[in-house]
């Protein structure tokens, strides 16, 4: 890539060959100059103390994951179960523009409704669906 981006600087005084080599023999060295600047710290190198607070980080983290996906799963079926009591326009619109992030212009050509009748729907489907979370959770 390096010799297809610098072919204009070519001048044809040697070889292409020789050019080309020499181009491979400087990246590699380059390559070898700065993983020497920027020495890679392997798991082998830490202290036993070092090693216990990483793993103990890492399960950390992954739990964090775990639990965030679950979460995650668990407010995708309430939305689910909260869009199955709604009307088939208000499931559409919001469908389109949470879901998809449909514009309202996407909306608007898709259903043949209005841009302002498209907004106004959604306003009011979210305030429905807001209405029956809140119902659900006893808030």
């Avoid at 710290?41 to 793993?55: F, N, P, Q, R």
């Avoid at 103990?56 to 964090?64: D, I």
């Amino acid at each position: 890539m390096k010799a297809f981006t610098q072919l204009d600087t070519y001048e044809a005084r040697g070889s292409f060959e020789g050019w080309l080599t020499r181009i491979a023999t400087n990246t590699c060295l380059n390559l070898l100059r700065s993983a020497k600047r920027r020495p890679e710290l392997t798991a082998a190198d830490l202290s036993e103390d070092e090693g216990a607070w990483l793993e103990n980080r890492l399960a950390g983290a992954a739990a964090e994951r775990q639990q965030s996906a679950e979460r995650g799963m668990v407010a995708a079926d309430l939305a689910e179960r909260v869009l199955d009591t709604m009307s088939e326009d208000d499931r559409l619109v919001l469908m389109m523009m949470d879901g998809e992030e449909a514009s309202v212009k996407e909306v608007s050509e898709a259903t043949g409704w209005t841009e302002s009748k498209v907004k106004v729907k959604a306003m009011r489907a979210r305030r429905r669906m807001r209405e029956a979370v809140e119902k659900l959770l006893g808030i």
